[in-house]
């Protein structure tokens, strides 16, 4: 008989979440980790030069939750920062402008000239409203061949290419959700989150995920394969080969939990280029996307996100998208929504189905295109549900 009530396996934002909010419940949580680290995806850490990097791609927090914002405030205070984004484009004449993504009315002014590009935001106001937000799909239907002329340039010059660069498809061709990720703004505004509460974990997520973690309840064990060491097997739940009588919540991979006996869900893959330079900074944004042309989709340049103070170096990343293969030491980042996979992922939900006592929780576990602030919703939600809420 296990001394705990809850085996939750994965240490991102659902693990550590839901670890805290059972452990102030009373429960005794074993968090078993596969990784060198806790944090998941949003795990920071100081690169060799000392500068703070995120390892697996820049996480922003944002959100308009009050009550994730306040959970998570207890284990952070944060810096102000409001994420700005540019796509960087060649200009037609040899060199290259930037102008706000979401694509903006600062946005058409850059990209049509002051005048007519001042004409066309009031057209488009007229149309759909000030400071509305609309999707490049939905922009792409309209009739009026102005706005349409509009809807070409933004899908040719924002969408196309680096919607192919990340899913290898097209927006139509994707689930229609993500690009409404990023509609065109009929706003001054230039930030890339309109949410309430947004900002950095002042000393960084792998501290935030320290301090939530450190209860008197909560065991954690790096390093550890947990399918390694838990068995499902006919109802039963077996851990270490012992029956085990808590709940298991379960924050990998769903198809990898069950063996892929359906089958392998998809997912992209990134592949992260890190450089290091000898200078104080080295684009104007945090992140700059390259939209038209390039392998890569963005750049990410860490200091301008974490305001850390270090003249004379400077970290950027380059992030490059391919399809997740499963080869050793790839990571599955996206999944890849779509009718036929959501088919395929409902199977392995029908089996942690028959399994009252097993939760699957997380943007692996569950198949969704989750941000940090949902999950944290979701973690604490599912433990309240637990604890009888
Ligand atoms: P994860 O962080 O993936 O954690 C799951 C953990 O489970 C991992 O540490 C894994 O090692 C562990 N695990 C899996 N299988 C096992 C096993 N068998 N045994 C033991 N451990 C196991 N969200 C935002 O809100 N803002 C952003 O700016 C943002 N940027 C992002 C950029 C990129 C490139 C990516 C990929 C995601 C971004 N996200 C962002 C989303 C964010 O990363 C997720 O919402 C969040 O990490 C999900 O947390 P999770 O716990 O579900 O998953
Ligand atoms: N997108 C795009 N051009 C951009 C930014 C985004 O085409 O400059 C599309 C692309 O399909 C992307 C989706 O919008 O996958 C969502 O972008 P977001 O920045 O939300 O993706 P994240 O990196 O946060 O997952």
């Known amino acids: 008989m296990s001394q705990y009530n809850y085996l939750i396996i994965g240490a991102g934002f659902a693990g550590a979440v839901c670890a805290r909010r ?18 998941g995806n949003a795990y920071d ?18 959100t308009g939750n009050k009550e994730v914002f306040d959970f998570l405030s207890r284990f952070t205070q944060w810096r102000e920062y409001q994420h700005r984004v540019v796509a960087n484009i060649p200009d037609g004449k040899g060199g290259r402008m930037q102008y706000p993504v979401p694509f903006n009315l600062t946005s058409l002014e850059t990209a049509f000239g002051q005048e007519e590009g001042k004409r066309l935001g009031d057209k488009l106001i007229a149309a759909y409203g000030a400071e509305k937000k609309v999707t490049i799909l939905e922009l792409r239907q309209n009739p009026d061949p102005e706005i349409a002329a509009i809807a070409d340039y933004v899908y040719e010059h924002v ?26 703004f009929l706003s001054r505004d230039d930030r890339y989150f309109q949410d309430t509460y947004q900002g950095m974990p002042l000393e960084g997520y792998t501290k935030l995920f320290e301090n939530m973690l450190d209860h008197p309840g909560i ?44 089958g392998p869900l998809p997912y992209r893959t990134l592949d992260f280029r890190f450089e290091t330079l000898p200078q104080d900074a080295f684009q104007t944004h945090g992140t700059v996307n390259y939209t038209v042309d390039e392998p890569y989709t963005r750049i990410t340049e860490f200091k301008h996100l974490t305001g850390q103070v270090k003249p004379g170096v400077t970290t950027i990343m380059k992030e490059i998208s391919k399809a997740y293969t499963g080869t050793e030491g790839e990571t599955p980042y996206y999944a890849i929504i779509n009718p036929e996979n959501n088919a395929l992922y409902a199977k392995y939900k029908a089996e942690a189905d028959k399994f009252p006592r097993l939760h699957l929780l997380g943007r692996l576990a569950e198949y969704k295109y989750y941000n940090m602030d949902a999950i944290a919703g979701r973690a604490l939600a599912l433990a309240d549900e637990l604890l009888g809420d």
Not at 22 to 39: N, Q
């Open 159 to 184: 969408f196309v290419h680096y919607t192919m660069k990340q899913w290898g498809q097209t927006p139509e061709e994707i689930d229609p959700n993500t690009t409404a990720r990023v509609p065109v």
């Open 219 to 262: 065991t954690v064990e790096l390093g550890v394969d947990a399918l390694k060491r838990l068995e499902l097997d006919g109802g039963a739940i077996l851990l270490d080969g012992q029956p085990f009588s808590g709940q298991v919540i379960f924050t990998g991979q769903a198809d990898e939990l069950f063996g892929f006996q359906f």
């Open 22 to 39: 059972l452990a102030e419940g009373g429960k005794k949580v074993l968090v078993l980790e596969r990784r060198s680290h806790i944090g």
């Open 45 to 62: 850490c100081l690169d060799d030069s000392g500068v703070l990097i995120h390892q697996y791609g820049p996480h922003i927090f944002h």
